[in-house]
T-cell receptor, first 113, second 115 residues
Framework: EADIYQTPRYLVIGTGKKITLECSQT?????MYWYQQDPGMELHLIHY???????EKGDLSSESTVSRIRTEHFPLTLESARPSHTSQYLCASRQSGGNYGYTFGSGTRLTVV | AQTVTQSQPEMSVQEAETVTLSCTYD???????LFWYKQPPSRQMILVIR??????QNATENRFSVNFQKAAKSFSLKISDSQLGDAAMYFC????????????FGKGTSLLVTP
């Protein structure tokens, strides 16, 4: 059973709309990550966080932004959605110095029309 | 940046048979971690097996085992006694010291299990 929750699970939205994808974890993990999974299934790191008030851009340039005001919450925001943003977004977390295990959410499948 | 290569986009295996999925990686680090993840149609990423690079012994988890060749930078996954529930996308991943110790994934191998 996942201890990291992503909402919504599916979202269809019009071009130009602002959206926020939610990610919350109950494990107190300090590190959190956002991955974008393209239709070909390849995973790209777009954002990560070392902890509260820490956010960094990942390997793949993304027009999205993130925030980390609380340990358990790592939302991703698109100010103006475009069809090119259509993708699956996966959130993950891990605890530094732990058993190096990563926990993944179930993902949000975003479609921009 | 480390790269992870999975050269088999698709693989097929008959139920109860054995299949091996290939993975190679490129790194200049001496200490690192490698993973195999399974992603079924539900899209939930599930950890299959993990290998610490400093351990020479290959990791095993029930029907899943790896062949870790550090010098060759190879990390293949063997699935024995394949079951229908093993059908999924399988991703090889490298834990990088960069990017907050994020996982760096290969492109994945789609495994089909036939009765």
């Amino acid at each position: 059973e996942a201890d990291i929750y992503q909402t919504p699970r599916y979202l269809v939205i019009g071009t130009g709309k602002k959206i926020t994808l939610e990610c919350s974890q109950t494990m107190g993990h300090d590190k959190m990550y956002w991955y974008q999974q393209d239709p070909g299934m390849e995973l790209h790191l777009i954002h990560y966080s070392y902890g509260v008030n820490s956010t960094e851009k990942g390997d793949l340039s993304s027009e999205s932004t993130v925030s980390r005001i609380r340990t358990e919450h790592f939302p991703l925001t698109l100010e103006s959605a475009r069809p090119s943003h259509t993708s699956q977004y996966l959130c993950a977390s891990r605890q530094s110095g732990g058993n190096y295990g990563y926990t993944f959410g179930s993902g949000t499948r975003l479609t921009v029309v | 940046a480390q790269t992870v290569t999975q050269s088999q986009p698709e693989m097929s295996v008959q139920e109860a048979e054995t299949v091996t999925l290939s993975c190679t990686y490129d790194t200049s680090e001496s200490d690192y971690y490698l993973f195999w993840y399974k992603q079924p149609p539900s899209r939930q990423m599930i950890l299959v097996i993990r290998q610490e690079a400093y351990k020479q012994q290959n990791a095993t988890e029930n029907r899943f085992s790896v062949n870790f060749q550090k010098a060759a930078k190879s990390f293949s996954l063997k699935i024995s006694d394949s079951q229908l529930g093993d059908a999924a996308m399988y991703f090889c991943a490298y834990r990088s010291a960069d990017s907050g110790y994020a996982l760096n994934f290969g492109k994945g191998t789609s495994l089909l299990v036939t009765p």
